[in-house]
């Protein structure tokens, strides 16, 4: 074992003492002169078509100096290709923003953003994603309502033959699973200082979790080089995976291309937060295992349903290592999954602490509790049975090394002072031979 | 009369980095003619200590005083590109991309020494902030010393590049045949509640989670971080629910008044256990679990609560309606 100097060493947060005084300044904290405020005149209907959008009292208020719509954004486009960034012929989410207004302070900028008038033509919402999986669906993007993977409506693990083993099986259990819809809730809210100086580089304060993944999205949407766009990251007040995704950075730099050189500062609010940033999106799953008499899983099947809101953004990514995990660290040697992310009215999701697995793990667990009852095994026991061991194969087909799920369980055990039979303390996860 | 108390399990796996791969991150990092040392990242600091871990990194593989090494915020003009501080990647990659830098910065640094001291590059190695001549240890000469000499008399650039991440993996489009996960930790939670059966509310008395991250790093940050993702996996079990009337958007909550997180009052006694599985591909074995460590207490708990009142609450969260519901479903 190498001696290590500072490496496994319990040192104090490098920066932990200004976070716990209250000196990091944070980019809310942030003032530059000139100066200008951001709101955003958002929409009140989930669904509906733009007949016409008036921003003429608002650019007349004095205070005002910028109001934008979709018609001054570079390309309004980003995401997967489908998402406007600010909307332009429909609207398909309660909150999608609409008109960027910047103005002296923010309570001018909020009136000027009471005085848009936006003509929408409500739509009836597609809320349910068992409805949009229906052939007679409304449809919500051009290419339907499934994302697409690898051009298929869904993302599929097959390994060895379940169809027959689920009838060599001696117990089928079967299970339901949904998790819910949550926001992220870190502590600083969305917020962004953008200026565009008279080279025509746009400066970004960003609390991206991301800074050159979204650089990049953002040089696309001002059709600009990626060294044209100047991010300056690295403080944030919590992100849980919401700020993987552009909340404000991207509208405040269109904004700060109309401003004249002033810097525009846009900071969510609460409400806001919690009604048109992007969230963890529902998820349900279909469980139906094939379990033998000793505790063995010979067969698994899992059917997945992402509700995955107005727009693709990650959904594609997290609905596939959803499918690529959601068997489970078993040792299972027949798996059949098919996973599905359903485009929905609500406000896009997106990327959350556990991307996909934290629904996954949720739903193989209890069922493992589920077999467990359902045979008659001890809880602890079928899973020692069925933990992955070095060099087994993940539903993937992928080997696995480094294993470890049974040193983790008895480790939980030993710490809550659970009595594990001696011969579950004895297995290893490096050799199936010390049983 | 009407608390039952219930344990319940749950284990769980997370892969470190992208799914799919593609998720590079490069590191740089340079040395003043003082011998402190400047690491730029491009990943940012999310609360997990990521700027921590990649200093403890930095002075391991440079030998110089940890005081010494300074960690970047990160600027698109001077930090080198990272995908991000997401999919539990920081530690991984960009951690490997600091051991590779500072490598090469390191082979920098004997090159300008060996010139000092008369020898070849290959004979020296590093200790307690000296150069060191390996078969001649009295043949020392200061890393600060080294510095200086290399901008004012060798001009010299003290300096090293790294750069890691999975390679982009294509799986197939109808077996999913690939290996789009890589390094897969692992955890596992054991909960004990109590349940009044009058109320339908759960208390969680104890939440102990164990999990594999490979080589700790700093096991501090590795508890702080089981600690906090039993905070969050606690709210993800019995509390949160953005859409109350799912699939509606009726009622909608609209700020913390309506959407309920744990709170002090809610989080009970926490034991965090590291277990260290090192893994093949990691910086001294390490792997990422950033994330899953609030993925294993849902499971944990609505298992418990099976175990205390043998209802299965299989849509999160566990309310208090939707026990009692349960309870008179029978």
Redo the contacts between chains.
């Keep these: 074992m ?1 001696d ?13 003492m200004q976070h716990a005084l209250a000196k990091t300044r944070y980019v809310n904290d942030l003032r530059y002169p000139d100066m200008l405020h951001m709101k955003v005149w958002r929409s009140p209907l ?1 669904s509906a078509k733009i007949l016409n959008i008036d921003t003429s009292k608002a650019e007349v208020l004095p205070g005002v100096v910028a109001v934008v719509t979709h018609k001054q954004v570079p390309h309004n486009r980003y995401g997967a290709g489908d998402y406007p960034v600010l909307a332009d012929e429909e609207i398909r989410y ?1 909150g999608q923003e609409v008109v960027a207004v910047a103005a002296v302070d923010v309570d001018t900028a909020m009136e000027a953003v009471s005085l848009i008038q936006v003509d929408l033509e409500e739509r009836t919402p597609l ?3 068992f409805k949009a999986m229906e052939p007679d669906s409304i449809q919500l993007s051009p290419i339907g309502n499934f994302i697409k ?4 409506p869904y ?5 060895g033959d379940f169809e027959s083993a689920i009838q060599e099986a001696d117990f089928v259990v079967e ?9 992220h ?1 870190p502590i600083e809210t969305q917020v962004s200082i953008c200026q565009t100086d008279g080279m025509g580089r746009t400066h970004i304060n960003t609390v ?6 979204n ?1 990049g999205t953002i040089a696309a949407i001002l059709k600009k080089p ?1 060294s044209k ?13 919401a700020k ?1 995704d552009p909340h404000a950075d991207h509208i405040a730099a269109v904004v700060s291309l109309y401003t004249g050189g002033r810097p525009v500062k846009w900071l969510w609010t ?2 806001e937060e ?2 048109a940033s992007t ?2 999106g ?1 998820m349900h799953m279909f469980f139906k295992d094939g379990v033998m008499k000793d505790g063995r899983i010979i067969a698994r099947s899992v059917r997945s349903i992402r ?1 995955g809101g107005a727009y693709i953004l990650t959904n594609d ?1 997290v609905v ?2 959803h ?3 959601v068997a ?2 078993y040792n299972i040697p027949n798996v059949k ?1 098919i996973s599905y992310g359903l485009l ?1 009215n ?1 406000r896009p999701t997106s ?1 959350m ?3 996909g ?2 629904q996954a ?6 069922q ?3 077999i467990a ?1 359902t045979i008659g095994v001890d ?2 026991r079928l ?1 020692f049975i069925n ?2 061991h070095d060099g087994d194969t ?5 080997v ?6 049974i ?3 008895q ?3 030993g ?2 002072g ?1 009595r594990l039979d001696e011969e579950l303390l004895h297995m290893a ?1 490096h050799s199936r031979e010390e049983v | 009369m009407a608390r039952q108390r219930g344990t319940g399990i749950a284990a769980v796996w997370y892969p470190t980095g992208m799914s799919g791969g593609g998720d590079p991150s490069q590191a740089m990092i340079k040395m003043q003619p003082d011998g402190s040392v400047d690491v730029l990242i491009g990943s940012v600091d999310i609360g997990e200590g990521a700027r921590s871990v990649m200093r403890q990194i930095a002075a391991e593989e440079l030998g110089v005083p940890i005081e010494l090494v300074n960690v970047t915020l990160v600027d698109t003009d001077s930090s080198p590109l990272d995908t991000g501080t997401f999919a539990s990647r920081v530690t991984h990659q960009t951690g490997n991309a600091v051991i590779q830098a500072a490598q090469e910065a390191r082979q920098v640094l004997f090159e300008v020494a060996a010139g000092q001291l008369g020898v070849e590059p290959q004979q020296l190695t590093l200790q307690d902030g000296m150069v060191v001549v390996r078969d001649f240890p009295e043949q020392a000469i200061p890393i600060a010393d080294v510095a200086d000499y290399a901008v004012w008399t060798e001009r010299r650039l003290i300096a090293g590049r790294g750069s890691f991440g999975w390679a982009p993996v294509k799986v197939d489009p109808e077996t999913g045949e690939g290996e789009p996960l890589h390094n897969m930790a692992y955890g596992a939670t054991v909960a004990e509640v109590e349940v009044d059966t009058e109320t339908g509310e759960v208390k969680v008395l104890k939440l102990v989670s164990a999990y594999d991250c490979g080589k700790a790093i700093n096991p501090l940050l590795v508890e702080g971080q089981i600690d906090g993702g039993a905070a969050g996996g606690l709210g993800s079990a019995l509390l949160e629910e953005l859409h109350p009337y799912y699939p509606t958007l009726d009622h909608y909550p609209t700020g913390f008044f309506s959407y309920m997180l744990p709170t002090a009052k809610d989080v009970p006694a926490l034991d965090a256990v590291v277990v260290e599985m090192n893994s093949i591909s990691g910086p001294y074995g390490a792997k990422g679990i950033g994330e899953m460590t609030a993925n294993s207490q849902a499971p944990a708990i609505i298992n418990a609560i099976y175990d205390a009142i043998g209802v299965w609450i299989t849509d999160l969260p566990a309310t208090p309606e939707k026990i009692l519901r349960a309870l008179e479903a029978g």
């Design positions: 190498a290590y100097k500072y490496v496994g060493k319990r040192l104090p947060r490098y920066d932990g989930i309660l809320l349910d994603p993977f690898d051009g298929n993302r599929q693990i097959l390994k299970g339901y699973y949904r998790t819910a819809a949550q926001e809730c991206t979790q991301a800074v050159f993944f650089q990626r766009v100047h991010m300056i990251g690295g403080v944030l007040g919590g992100g849980f995976g993987n609460r409400e919690f009604v969230h963890r529902a509700d990514y596939a290592k499918a690529f995990g489970g660290p999954v929905t609500k990327s602490r556990g991307f697995l934290f793990s949720f739903a193989f667990e209890v493992m509790d589920r009852k809880p602890w899973r933990a992955v993940s539903a993937t087909r992928a696995l090394h480094n294993c470890a799920l040193e983790v369980m480790a939980a055990a710490r809550a659970i996860s």
